[in-house]
């Protein structure tokens, strides 16, 4: 199997032909984000002032879509949610205003599906990232590979979770 490190997600967008999809399933992410900390502080952006919420993944975002790549993201989470989880529901409007497709998938739905141990993106239906985190969520780093078991795998998750979870703009928190 080969595999290789990979470092930047907005490479990977840059790069895909036709889709993107990526699954996350950790209830916390890097928790000593700058962003998450204003967010504790009461900090919420304005959809309609996109100036203050707009920001370069975004617009990777936009341009891989306007080249016709499909970006869809699943999200696992435990519920009730963690803190961690109310924040990341409440910053991903621009992510689904820049054009990607963002579903929730409350954990205990997940329970008979077969999944990867790491989140991942998959991009173009080949290759294969992993995400690696520590317990405590800060991300140490991305590992690529082709091996068709992974990319079989992870396709096979993917659209499992995908065919259960709610749209972003349906999924209420709880």
Known sequence: MSRT??????ELLKAARHSAVHLE???GYMLDDPALHA???GVRHDPADRSAWWRPWLDVVVEAVSRGVEIRRARIVSEP????????????FP????GEQVRWLPRRLAS???????DFWLIDGRLVVWGHFAGNGDWLE????????????????????????????QYKIT
């Open 25 to 27: 399933m950790r209830d």
């Open 142 to 169: 991305n590992e690529a590979t082709e091996d068709p078991a992974a990319v079989e795998l992870c396709s096979v998750a993917f659209e499992a979770v995908w065919g259960l979870a709610t749209p972003h703009d």
């Open 95 to 98: 992510n689904v205003a820049a």
């Open 5 to 10: 490190a990979v470092t930047r997600p907005d």
């Open 39 to 41: 967010w504790r502080q």
């Open 112 to 118: 008979t599906l077969a999944l990867p141990g790491n």
């Open 81 to 92: 949610v963690s803190e961690y989880i109310q924040y990341e529901y409440d910053v991903t």
